[in-house]
């Protein structure tokens, strides 16, 4: 990744500063002095924060810090969704609007908190009645449709734990998230429907469940008429589960550190990790920076693009955003259906204020040409955000100036989902540089060190770090709390976070990608691992290495390199086989772009792949020290 610094661009300060009533109405009008008493008492600082939620008993100790696993709030009891629901249906929010959501095709629905806490609890009793109890684990396969909020905030009214499974995956993906997870219960729907085009979730998971005895019973929303055949037995109606139960559903009494959800994301290295967040910690920490790094006030209506599959989504459409009592947006869409303006129209009709995005997405919408957003009125917006990946100076000087009218600050957001919240970023109304994401969000301390630890000055090279636990951090990996110590053991005392960065003579940071085997596609985090693995499950490969190659709009694309077993031979055909084999063993997303067949692979003496040879060939680069090379 290294050949991506820019030293040109650390040196050269240029920066963009928003017009003063920005800061004179932010929330944080000061980030200094808020970073400073942050510093000054960090426990002091979160106790505050957590003071402006509700919780059934107090904490007894703020944080219980036992390097490396962090407790906070300890002892504290709560439930998540009495906060992002009762808590503003008891008050002057409950016909406050809640949630809009837009479909492809222009269908609407809008949810008022009382509605949606209706729901919610409807659900979550219906989900009581198929036996589920705290602790259970539910799965969650669904596309991007009000009832998708509505399972997840039922589960966590009950405390059972939810793993949501981004609908864009495919069969194996799935099967092990639901293996790994024990669940018992798949909540899915009928179809998702993306460009016009029907997907097949139910067919999928009827796949995915074959070889998984966790699960008792499918929840099916049919949306489709006439309504799909339901299997009796396995399967049950959404709305059917909901017929009959009592209105209200008493919220579990969890514990601050009882797990609230399980999220997959990429390993460098083998299976996907099960990142477990839990109650406490994770909704004070969504809920501060949802507020504060969005400034978030009551008449704004907040758009994040992400899926809800993602933690993106998890942190920073539902629980966050809700926490704080905002009107949040969702749509079934795609930023170029039916056209590149879907997007703008949008953000126009429904008069977005709070606009959340990926640079994938803007540079696609750069590629697309300014007539697009030029033909609507994006007035609106107030502030633009980004997430996923680095935001480079062209696409935030795009994002600027063609959409926010060089008047929106961006707030360019750096973390993980490991992180759970976000870390660092440019707090609204302070001076942007662009490349930059910024500082720590007060509450965190992040820095740029070498491999033993010790920090850089401005403009070295380094890993990203955060030195001190923080609310919202993952207290395990799901079964396997070794790759969860990994994180603080790598360089001992802090948390490694697996970037490359670099650090300006201001502070600000640079974040230039990732420093392991993780490849972002398009803001998705794809494990090469995975991937060779999918390849070689596939009849006709012996071997398989996968790089990620740079990309103008995607940011990284997929290129795998095969060497194919005796006796099979290389054809366009097997390509174009071995492409749609990885689809559908792991989804779309994760399907290589470019595939080369070869009769070697560059290999360490101990038979590990050396992708970064394979890498600086394909850019023809000098692959740096080779000297572990076999051949
Ligand atoms: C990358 C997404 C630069 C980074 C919230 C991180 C970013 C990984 C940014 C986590 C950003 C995320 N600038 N890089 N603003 N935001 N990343 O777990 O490499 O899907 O480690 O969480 O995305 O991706 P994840």
Known sequence: MAEQFDVKLVEEAKYYTPRPEYRENAWVRNYDEEYARFLKDPEAFWAKVAEELDWFSPWEKVLDWKYPYAKWFVNAKLNVTYNCLDRHVNNHRRNKVALIWRGENGEERIYSYQMLYREVNRFANGLKRLGIVKGDRVCIYMPMIPEQLIAMLACARIGAIHSVVFGGFGVTALNYRINDTESKVVITADIGIRRGKTIPLKTLVEEAIINAPSVERVVVLRRKEPKVEIHSGIEIDFYDLMEGVDPYCEPEKMDSEDPLFVLYTSGSTGAPKGVIHTCGGYMVGTYYTSRVVFDLKEDDIYWCTADVGWITGHSYILYGPLAAGATIFIGEVVPDYPDAGAYWKLIQDLGITIFYTAPTAIRMFMKMGEDYPNRYDLSCLRILGSVGEPLNPEAFEWYYRVIGKNQCPIVDTWWQTETGMQMITTLVGEKMRPGFAGKGIPGVVPDVVDKAGKSLGAGKLGFLIVRNPWPAMFRTIYKNDERYRKYWETIPKVYTVGDLAVKGKDGYIMILGRADDIIIVAGHNIGTAEVESALVSHQAVAEAAVIGKPDAVKGNIIKAF????????????????????????????????????????????????????LKAKELGMDPGDISTLEE
């Open 562 to 613: 095969v060497i194919l077993k005796l006796g099979q031979k290389a054809s366009d055909k097997l390509k174009q086989d071995l492409k749609y084999h990885v689809r559908m063993t792991l989804g779309p997303i994760a399907q290589p772009e470019d595939i080369e067949f070869v009769d070697k692979l560059p290999k360490t003496r101990s038979g590990k792949i050396m992708r970064r040879v």
